[in-house]
């Protein structure tokens, strides 16, 4: 949906057509878990990270309640 940037963090917000309450913890989790693997990995984003930078990712189900939010500063 949209992307902000606070200091040297990027913040990607992002919109999933579901209804929070049905989303289960493990399903949050895995998201969270995935989306450190993948900007731990991937070099642009790691050499962010090296640098000082960081990313937020807070995920919103279909009304807006946030199912979940993480944040990647170190790998």
């Keep these: 949906m949209d992307v902000t940037v ?3 963090i990027a913040i990607y917000h992002m919109k999933v057509d579901v209804d929070v309450a049905l989303v289960p ?14 900007a ?3 070099t642009g ?5 090296a640098l000082g930078g960081g990313y937020r990712y807070i995920w919103t189900d279909k009304n807006g ?3 979940g939010e993480t944040t990647i500063d170190s790998c």
């Design 45 to 49: 984003m790691n050499n962010t990270i």
């Design 40 to 42: 731990c990995s991937d």
């Design 65 to 67: 309640a946030v199912i």
């Design 6 to 8: 606070e200091g040297a």
């Design 25 to 38: 913890m493990s399903a949050i989790t895995s998201l969270k878990q995935a989306t450190r693997e993948h």
